[in-house]
């Protein structure tokens, strides 16, 4: 891959340089539907959200917690993954691993792909086992909106604590502009990235994204490869129609790192570099999401729009993914060698209809849609994972015996899913007065699955069940002047008691989970519109958790779960080119009525979820070509099970950037990560046995050419 994006880096450097500089421009004629905006510099509380609604509105007309961030404030600020740039924003961490894709999140009191929602260009892939693994790269990212709170209403279930939707770089009208980044930094770590765009008739324009990354890793036998690609090409064929075609790719071999050990209870700083997989390990997740979009203006007040896509992914896992400490011998042992395969297909089309128009003499405007899905999910393992050392390998503390993958379950076929799923749903905003405004939304959900169990000798079992729910959204905007609002909804959501399309036979005899929010807030920009600041107030109960009646004994559907929470944002363009970004976050999440084992578990903290976040970044332009920043995130303590009895400290890390424009097309720009080398648990894994630590200090180094 290397010698390939170089090659054409290479090409497309040669191909510029002979070409005419005084040569006129090719621009899109005029039209009603154009193409999107470059990566734009800047949004605020009047800029259009992708996520918040399907009727374009704005934050301040949104009565909901919405965030954005660009891919050029996220670029500026070094994060190198969406999962860096996400837990920037207001209430949202990370809980991602290995055994979950390593991207997984926290919000509002809810944890993993089952309740925080990921989209890509407002497109979900339904996730088999609950692991998501795409997107990871935020190279060809335009911007990323986050939606806190239920929003199954909007894209179905899964969608309790928050929506996070990644839109990638558009194509765009005008001239052809290339950007090249090449990187270096610790542990060996390389990058080189091409961003390329622009018209190539007067109807047809293009974007490219390739961005390669490997890395040497700062753990033992921790290398890493990954590869992104994003195309797009747009026909805007009339005035009011355009078609674009767009194939994103991603290739990820991440550091396969299932976390440090804990000893008698307790975390070892000289292990945090340790290895204690297999060496012949694997995990590798690749991605391909095609998609056909079409856009018609019909008329003045109608507008279409479709989407038809199909998504492929493959995620491969072999590993000893178990490493626990056995007080009664006081060694390390060595377990779990599990064997994972997914494939899944996925298939659908989305149609909406969006029309302004008069409600009883008021203005009006709705959109009514249409989606269907229709996905194919295998999986293969060696389950039920029993293990050649039933007790475990031991092996040595500091220099572990890296020895071969094996188990006494064989590797085989388990089961195969068909998921169907189609849903209706309509958004209205009407204006009440010139001032007070009225939101709602109505979802109804219909999923059909079916499941083919194998046993070892080949024989299947079929089981199939079929599913159905309704979501909906009443809110109100007052604003108070054209820079600020204030806001009331309440929203309801569902999410499944397990992975949507890998429920096991015995899942499917469970409906979904409900969950309830309401929610209050103030947002509004000030200073001449130097400053936003944002204020909301929610309370959710989510009930019909998978619960062990104390009494009986059997799994029944009795459980509940709630959280309370404040969360602010503040943002800042100070004197002196100065800019400040701030928030922070306080959750109460507990479980209401949950028993496990026997146990009663009311009133414990939910596994992952922190009371505590904020961040805060501080910028300025030294001069024209220097720019500076630097930021804070701070994590408080989680708990890593359910009975509250293992614990994973809180922690603050300090990260810092500097650019330098050298030249009028070259810029130089500098990253330091972990400033002061701190130690700390980003997430956890093995019900908080392992400790998955946060990269130790480190550097990158990169230089950007652009023509």
């Known amino acids: ?210 961005n390669h990354t490997q890395s040497n890793g700062w753990i033992d036998h921790g290398d890493s490869e990954n590869t992104f690609i994003s195309a797009a090409l747009r026909w805007q064929a009339t005035d009011d129609l355009a078609f674009t075609l767009s194939h994103d790719y991603g290739d990820q071999e991440p550091q396969n790192d299932f976390g440090v050990p804990l000893i008698n209870g307790r975390y070892h700083k000289g292990l945090r570099d340790k290895n204690y997989n297999v060496s012949d390990a694997k995990l590798h997740y690749n991605d391909q999401w095609t998609r056909l979009n079409t856009e018609w203006r019909i008329n003045d007040t109608l507008t279409a729009t479709n989407e038809l896509y199909y998504l492929k992914a493959q995620r491969r896992w072999q590993n000893a993914e178990n490493h626990a400490w056995d007080d009664a011998s006081q060694s390390l042992l060595r377990s779990g060698y599990f064997s994972i395969k997914h494939e899944q297909e996925q298939v659908g089309d989305r149609q909406t209809f969006a029309f302004s128009h008069d409600l009883f003499g008021l203005n009006s405007k709705t959109l009514v849609g249409m989606d269907y899905n229709r996905i194919h999910f295998n999986l293969h393992s060696n389950s039920p994972y029993h293990d050649v050392d039933a007790d475990g390998q031991p092996i040595d503390l500091y220099h572990p015996d890296r020895s071969q993958w094996q188990s006494a379950s064989p590797y085989r076929d388990q089961y195969t899913t068909t998921t169907q799923q189609v849903s209706l749903f309509a958004e209205n905003r009407t204006e009440l007065t010139d001032q007070l405004s009225l939101v709602t939304g109505v979802r109804r959900d219909i999923v059909h699955l079916d499941r083919d169990d194998f046993s070892v000798t080949g024989d299947s079992t079929h089981s199939d069940r079929s599913l159905s729910a309704n979501s909906w959204k009443v809110g109100l905007v007052y604003e108070l002047t054209p820079d600020t609002s204030v806001y009331a909804q309440q929203a309801t959501s569902v999410d499944g008691v397990g992975g949507l399309i890998s429920l096991n036979q015995n899942q499917q005899n469970f409906g979904l989970a ?194």
């Open 1 to 210: 891959m290397n010698k390939y994006l170089l090659s054409s880096l290479c090409l497309l450097a040669i191909n510029s340089a002979h070409a005419d500089d005084t040569a006129p421009s090719l621009m899109l004629p005029a039209a009603t539907i154009t193409a999107p905006e470059v990566d734009a510099e800047n949004v605020d509380l009047k800029t259009a959200t992708t996520a918040g609604s399907r009727l374009s509105l704005s934050s301040l007309q949104t009565p909901a917690s919405v965030e954005s961030l660009t891919g050029a404030q996220i670029r500026a600020r070094g994060d190198t993954s969406v999962q860096d740039a996400v837990t920037r924003t207001t209430g949202i961490s990370f809980t991602g691993s290995p055994g979950n894709g390593g991207s997984a999140y926290s919000a509002r009191g809810f944890v993993g792909d089952g309740s925080v929602m990921q989209l890509y260009d407002g497109t979900r892939m339904y996730s088999g086992a609950g692991t998501v693994t795409f997107p990871v790269d935020d190279w060809s990212v335009e911007r990323i909106d986050v939606l806190r709170g239920p929003a199954s209403v909007l894209y179905g279930e899964g969608a309790t604590g928050a929506v996070i939707n990644v839109i990638p770089k558009k194509p765009f009208s005008g001239e052809i502009e290339n950007h090249i980044r090449v990187g270096y930094g610790s542990y060996d770590t390389q990058q080189q990235a091409l961003d390329s765009g622009g018209s190539l008739t007067d109807t047809l324009s293009y974007r490219l994204n390739i």
């Open 514 to 707: 409900h969950a309830r929010q309401t929610e209050v807030g103030f947002k509004q920009m000030f200073w001449d519109q130097r400053g936003e600041w944002t204020l909301a107030a929610y309370h959710i109960v989510k009930k019909d958790l998978l619960s062990r009646d104390s009494v009986t004994q059997l799994t029944r559907q009795i459980g509940e779960q709630s959280s309370k929470g404040l969360e602010a944002s503040l943002d800042l363009q100070l004197p002196n080119r100065w800019q400040l970004q701030a928030n922070a976050a306080i959750v109460r999440a507990q479980y209401d009525k949950f028993d496990q084992d026997g146990v009663s578990l009311k009133g414990n903290r939910p596994a992952e979820v922190p009371r505590r976040t904020a961040n805060l970044w501080l910028s300025k332009a030294v001069t024209d070509d220097v720019n500076a920043g630097a930021g804070v995130r701070y994590v408080d303590a989680r708990y890593a099970d359910v009975a509250n009895t293992a614990v994973l400290p809180s922690y603050t890390v300090m990260d810092a950037t500097v650019s330098w424009k050298a030249l009028p097309k070259t810029t130089l720009g500098l990253r330091l990560n972990n400033l002061f080398n701190r130690q700390y648990a980003l997430s956890q894994y093995n019900d908080g046995q392992q400790w998955i630590m946060g990269e130790p200090r480190s550097f990158f180094v990169t230089a950007d050419y652009t023509f």
